[in-house]
């Protein structure tokens, strides 16, 4: 029996096989929130990370990301974070994909200067 085949028997259509594998991706990360010891979600987390503080906050049931208050819109798919917008490879959580970023602006700053330096 095919594993495309639904309890009726049928054969799902592409469309409509990625939609039930979306909705499974948001059923997964609606249900895998940050918790305490007691199993109660937390409201949120701070981290600094080269001096830049990142925050991870639970919002309307879902995880949303800032760096130095700048919200980062991002997208959590085939279980990996990317950020929309940037070019980043996927990170397994949210922290990591933080780190990356921070990471990356630092290096375009210390490139920037570096470059302005040189025009002097």
Request: charged content about 30%; proline content about 2%; aromatic content about 6%.
């Amino acid at each position: 029996m095919s594993s495309e085949r639904g309890s009726g028997g049928r054969r799902f259509s592409r469309r409509e096989a990625l939609a039930l594998g979306a909705a499974a991706s948001v059923l997964v990360a609606l249900g895998t929130g940050v918790r305490d010891v007691g199993g109660r979600e937390e409201s949120g987390r701070t981290l600094l990370h080269r001096g830049r503080r990142i925050r991870i906050q639970r919002v309307r049931g879902r995880r949303e990301l800032y760096i130095e208050g700048e919200h980062i819109r991002t997208v959590h798919s085939n279980g990996a974070y990317r950020a929309e917008g940037f070019v980043f490879s996927p990170s397994p959580t949210l922290e990591e994909l933080a780190r990356e970023m921070v990471d990356y602006r630092a290096a375009l700053q210390a490139r920037r200067a570096r470059f302005l330096a040189a025009r002097r």
